[in-house]
């Protein structure tokens, strides 16, 4: 389609220039920025040893979280007491309960690096075994929704390690009966776009190996070095990573404690909200906005236990409420006991957000004049907002029916409106 032109001083031989002066541009829009696919991102990930992972773990979890929140005197109560409006706290409270029973952990990541160390080639074993048990919990259904390992880094010292553990896993999840759809694994302590690239290669090989659809493998890279942030050159390596692995890369995780310490921040005020945390994600968000990776925040190490437990609720439920209001939609979280300030602070967040969401859609969609007018733009964001809500738990279906008018398949379609309307994962 020429349009109008033809009809002043630009014609079709000029299209035709500007056209083919801007195919680049049109080709690097079309593959390196294809928006959000719509599928779930989890509100956390959990991080347990390797070693101590059982099926039965995150069943296990929501009880003792469960078992938190009775300590407190009730989840309602501790919704109070970490800010939440007094009435919305009884109505969430009651959500939050029914998701510690049901599903306590979205995302869980067994750790081979920091948090099992070294143990030799003792590790070969506990790769194999932690393949077993993962695939004894999805065939279980005891396995949350997303589960994977985080394996050591590509340095030299540990490159072969990490290399083997992942080599065994993944041979030990096709051996026990296939791969799990919510298989996430996790690249720590990335310096460097080759090391990156290595990774895309490594996967690439076992794909290959094992006869697994090219791209089935995807993993996440840790942000944790600043050298990530900026390299040698002045430049920052984490805008080159989506052109380094093309669809590979399904996220970049913030890396509290070791981004903070190799910048000499002193032990006591490395924490997710100190300054050289926000300009790290700051720059993550630009490096990937557009491209479909997504980001998680870090993690709090003060956790609620013995003394310090009202103040490690009130600091936890804080910083999630932060990060979301951020837009980092996925943190860690590393005890059973923060669990119900994770669940209350996120579905907080999207309750108040609701009804102001529900009340512009249902205008937009019906072009009824409001107080607000959104444009397209706009309603795929205030669609999001909700979609993401309904996905973690926090509204309901029939909510959705109710005050929008829609079911959640014609949700998902206008907020991601490349893809069919369908369910979401």
Request: one cysteine or more.
């Amino acid at each position: 389609m020429t349009g109008a032109l033809g009809r002043g001083a630009l014609g079709p031989a000029d299209l035709a220039r500007i056209d083919a002066h801007l195919a680049a541009t049109d080709a690097l829009l079309e593959s390196a920025y294809p928006g959000d696919d719509g599928t779930r991102q989890p509100v956390h990930t959990v991080y347990v040893p390797a070693d101590r992972f059982t099926p039965d773990l995150a069943a296990q979890w929501g009880a003792d979280a469960l078992a938190a929140g009775d300590e407190a005197g009730g989840l309602e109560r501790l919704a109070v007491q970490v800010g939440i409006d007094g009435a919305l706290a009884g109505p969430i409270a009651q959500r939050v309960a029914a998701k510690l029973a049901a599903e306590p952990i979205e995302d869980l990541r067994l750790d081979f690096e920091d948090g099992y160390g070294d143990r030799g080639d003792a590790e070969d074993a506990d790769a194999l075994a932690a393949a077993q048990k993962v695939a004894a919990a999805v065939a279980g259904g005891t396995a949350p929704p997303f589960i994977g390992i985080r394996f050591k880094c590509f340095e030299k010292p540990t490159r072969a390690r990490g290399l083997g553990t992942l080599d065994l896993f993944i041979g030990g999840l096709i051996e026990a009966g296939g791969l799990p759809d919510g298989l996430v694994l996790t690249l720590p302590k990335v310096t460097t776009v080759a090391q990156v690239e290595a990774m895309a290669d490594a996967v690439a090989t076992i794909e290959r190996a094992h006869g697994l659809p090219d791209g089935r493998l995807r993993f996440e890279v840790q942000v944790e070095t600043p050298q990530l942030v900026l390299g040698a050159d002045g430049r920052s390596p984490l805008a080159r990573l989506p052109l380094a692995a093309p669809g590979r890369i399904s996220g970049l995780h913030y890396g509290t404690y070791d981004y903070s310490a190799s910048l000499g921040i002193a032990a006591a005020q490395q924490s997710m909200e100190h300054p050289v945390a926000d300009l790290a994600k700051e720059v993550m968000q630009l490096a990937v906005a557009g491209t479909g990776i997504r980001l998680s925040d870090g993690s709090t190490n003060i956790l609620p236990l013995g003394e310090r437990t009202a103040e490690a609720w009130a600091l936890h439920a804080r910083l999630v409420r932060r990060s979301l209001e951020r837009g980092f939609y996925q943190g860690w979280d590393l005890h059973a006991r923060q669990l119900p300030t994770r669940y209350l602070a996120t579905y907080a967040f999207y309750r108040e957000g609701f009804d102001e969401a529900a009340t512009r859609l249902r205008a937009y969609l019906s072009q009824t004049p409001g107080a607000v007018l959104d444009e397209p733009a706009t309603a795929r964001a205030l669609a999001w907002f909700v979609l993401r809500g309904v996905q973690c738990g926090a509204i309901g279906d029939d909510e959705i029916a109710d005050r929008i008018g829609i079911d959640a398949a014609a949700l998902a379609a206008l907020a991601h409106p490349r893809l069919a309307a369908g369910p979401q994962n």
